[in-house]
């Protein structure tokens, strides 16, 4: 056997998947990590989802009430211009 070619052949198997800038993880191995952190992602956007909905539904039943309460002034203030018309006259 040539030693040049035995060292080399160690070299190779000692660094194989070290790339520049850091080790290259398998590639199974790196899909179960990128799954994994898509779930992550998904529940937490999941959660913010159902989170905006029941705001979006609170701010809505908010703002109905407020129309209603202004309805109502309205209608309270339009009464209380014509007794005070009534009045006047």
């Known amino acids: 056997m040539n030693p040049r070619r035995d060292m080399r052949n160690s070299r190779v198997a000692l660094f194989d998947g ?3 800038g ?3 993880a398998s590639s199974s191995y790196s899909h179960e990590i ?3 952190e898509n779930e992550r992602a998904m529940e937490g956007l999941q959660d913010r989802v159902n989170l905006l909905k029941r705001l979006s539904g609170d701010i809505h039943e908010e703002v109905d009430s407020h ?3 202004l309805d109502w002034m309205g209608n ?3 009464a209380s ?3 005070l018309s ?3 006259d």
């Open 67 to 69: 129309n209603r309460m």
């Open 86 to 88: 009534g009045t006047m």
């Open 81 to 83: 211009r014509g007794i």
């Open 76 to 78: 309270d203030m339009d």
């Open 34 to 36: 990128d799954e994994h």
């Open 18 to 20: 070290i790339e520049e």
């Open 22 to 24: 850091g080790i290259r």
